[in-house]
């Protein structure tokens, strides 16, 4: 047994581009966005959490090995490749990861097959911010960013920046202003995520709810797992998705 052994695979294509997926579960939908350097034990084990809880979960894989532990030489293999794909923005201020329209079409193509409120859409490091540039369709009603870290934050514009056009950030606003709220997790010390949680305060106000942790850590829901933080995840899918 592998770790998505148990797991359907697929393909989603949409504009042109096509990325592999692995589905399980039953219920209300839920799309997680592996983190760097891709579908890790540890990101796999906590989606097999979210289906445990009752949701039907779509792993896209964006980049990396499947199943390929969590090192330093996997993160090295593939952080220069992510860092000069043309579906990334890693670096630019005010820009939409071209990816997000992929992400959306999976996205409604999920919520016209199992129907209800919406789908859930989480997000992790350099896929974190993703998961608010989906929110802009209405398919994806429980947006959830964990330690979102793009663009790089090197500098203060690029540490507050969303990682969203000013068109998108304006569609953010409007159904945050509706009643869609976000939900945000990381450690409070983490450099990665800069000072975009204070951006999102700032933005949506009481649409953002933020979820912080003390102590030294990045990854809030597999590396450095925090019990609260799957429990306030699974909580916020049942309130949105059910």
């Known amino acids: 047994m ?5 797991w359907t695979p697929g393909v989603h294509s949409a504009d042109g581009t096509t990325h592999p997926t692995y589905r399980k579960g039953s219920g209300p939908g839920v799309i997680v966005i592996h983190e760097i350097p891709g579908l890790t034990p ?17 792993l896209p894989h964006l980049f990396g090995t499947p199943e390929r532990p969590m090192s330093v030489g996997a993160i090295a293999a593939v952080l220069p490749k992510v860092c000069v794909s043309r579906e990334f923005t890693t670096m630019a201020t005010g820009r939409t990861s071209p990816v997000a329209a992929w992400l959306r079409s999976l996205a409604r193509s999920l919520h ?6 919406g789908v859930g859409a989480l997000g992790m490091c350099f896929t974190g911010g993703f998961a608010l540039a989906m929110m802009v369709d209405t398919a994806v009603a429980a947006p959830v960013l964990a330690q979102p870290s793009l663009p790089f934050p090197v500098g203060r514009a690029r540490a507050a920046d969303l990682n969203l056009s000013p068109e998108d950030l304006a569609a953010v606003r409007e ?5 869609c709220q976000v939900l945000g997790l990381r450690y409070r010390k983490d450099a990665a995520v800069g000072t975009r949680f ?3 305060t700032q933005e949506i106000g009481d649409a953002f709810i933020r979820v912080e942790f003390d102590g030294k850590g990045h990854s809030t829901l ?10 306030r995840v699974l909580g916020f899918f049942d309130e949105k998705l059910r």
């Open 42 to 58: 540890e990101v796999i084990g906590f989606a097999e959490e979210v289906v445990a809880a009752g949701y039907t979960v779509v």
């Open 198 to 200: 204070e951006t999102l």
């Open 175 to 179: 159904r945050a202003a509706g009643g």
């Open 222 to 231: 597999t590396e450095h797992r925090q019990q609260e933080g799957v429990d």
């Open 2 to 6: 592998t770790p998505l052994s148990t």
């Open 112 to 117: 016209d097959e199992l129907g209800g409120p």
